[in-house]
């Protein structure tokens, strides 16, 4: 049981570049979020998704998409990277509403030069 | 929206002695408090979660108060051991909303 994966662990891109942050949970989780984590900041949602085929905005949205096209898998992408998305990403799931609890992946470490 | 506010930033403890962090919200709404612990290069984790309908949860050396009235709750660790250095959030949610805010986070460093 691996929990939350998330693919890639590190990633270096250049302004402008774009790419895609892979998140996958094996525990039949309904909801499933993304969360930049930035010093001082704690962690700020920035989308999220309550089941398969449904995303919704968060809290920090711009500069990020996302697709739920299955159930176990939450893509975040960036279309053109900027240095403000220098951050670690984590992933997060849980069961329903309640939000108890949220099984977090492992994060991304991003660094945009 | 839900404002969480978190204090201390830093917190450094001697082994043995007992450490409070302290998180205050801004939504009267808000009914389900959780705290998550970070170790480095990891995910959070959840240690404990409060719901409104009680003042206070323990689980062995980690307990939470609530207080609805002032909105604020806090974490309480007793006998602090190295393996509790690590960065903790605060976090409140309205049940029922699909989000969780989040405070920004204690670092706790335990002395030997």
């Known amino acids: 049981n691996a929990g939350v994966t998330q693919t890639p662990k590190f990633r270096v891109l250049k302004t402008g570049q774009s790419m895609t942050l892979l998140c996958a949970q094996d525990?039949?989780?309904?909801?499933m979020y993304w969360y930049r984590q930035d010093p001082g900041m704690g962690l700020r949602l920035i989308h999220y998704?309550?089941?398969?085929?449904?995303?919704a905005k968060g809290e920090v949205p711009d500069g990020y998409n996302v697709s739920r096209l299955k159930k176990q898998n939450f893509l975040l992408g960036l279309e053109s990277a900027a240095p403000s998305q220098t951050s670690v990403y984590f992933c997060?799931?849980?069961?329903?509403?309640?939000?108890?609890?949220?099984?977090f992946g492992n994060g991304t470490r991003l660094t945009v030069t | 929206g839900e404002n969480v506010e978190q204090h201390p930033s830093t917190l450094s403890v001697q082994e043995g002695d007992s450490a409070v962090i302290k998180c205050t919200y801004s939504?009267?709404?808000?009914?389900?408090f959780p705290w998550y612990k970070q170790e480095l290069g990891k995910g959070p984790q959840l240690i404990i979660d409060?719901?409104?309908?009680?003042g206070e949860k323990k689980d062995q050396r980690i307990a939470v108060t609530l207080n609805k009235t002032a909105k604020h709750f806090s974490l309480h660790i007793t006998e602090t051991q190295p393996e509790d250095s690590a960065v903790y959030f605060c976090?409140?949610?309205?049940?029922?909303?699909?989000?969780?805010?989040f405070g920004t986070g204690t670092r706790l460093t335990i002395i030997p």
């Open positions: 997060a799931s849980g069961w329903d509403r309640d939000n108890s609890p949220l099984h």
């Open positions: 976090a409140a949610s309205n049940l029922g909303n699909e989000k969780l805010t």
């Open positions: 998704s309550v089941g398969e085929g449904t995303t």
């Open positions: 409060i719901r409104s309908n009680v």
């Open positions: 525990m039949n989780h309904e909801y």
């Open positions: 939504d009267s709404a808000s009914n389900y």
